[in-house]
Nanobody, 129 residues
Framework: VQLVESGGGWVQPGGSLRLSCATS????????IGWFRQAPGKERGGVSC????????YYTDSAQGRFTASSDSAKRTPYLQMNRLKPADSATYSC???????????????????????WGRGTQVTVSS
């Protein structure tokens, strides 16, 4: 099982980035994909969840209205479109494959601190002027 993020970089406040998460080694359609982020000195936090079985979505308050999660099942690639970026969005963004949407939701929302998941190494996003 492998997940590899790409698409990070530097962007000015108000700009946009689209992150990708290339996946392999598991039955893509049966999993949910979570996006998480961690800034230096801070704990990892949830951003969004996308359920590949039924296209369910969840966004944390910080992402709601600005970020959009999607998935191309033919390419086995989830995406995170990030618009109206703020300096507070600067972090390393990681994708994770989880066995259910509800597991992703519980982890991303902070209801649980750990669940079984496969993680990518992350891609850095820097928002500054």
């Amino acid at each position: 099982v492998q997940l590899v993020e790409s698409g990070g970089g530097w962007v000015q406040p108000g700009g946009s980035l689209r992150l990708s998460c290339a996946t392999s080694g598991f039955n893509f359609g049966d999993y949910a994909i979570g996006w998480f982020r961690q800034a230096p000195g801070k704990e990892r936090g949830g951003v969004s969840c996308f359920g590949n079985r039924d296209n369910s979505t969840y966004y944390t308050d910080s992402a709601q209205g600005r970020f959009t999660a999607s998935s191309d099942s033919a390419k086995r690639t989830p995406y995170l479109q990030m618009n109206r970026l703020k300096p507070a969005d600067s972090a390393t963004y990681s994708c994770a494959a989880l066995r259910s949407f509800f597991q992703c939701f519980d982890l991303a929302s902070g209801r649980i601190g750990y669940t079984r998941a496969t993680w990518g190494r992350g891609t850095q996003v820097t928002v500054s002027s």
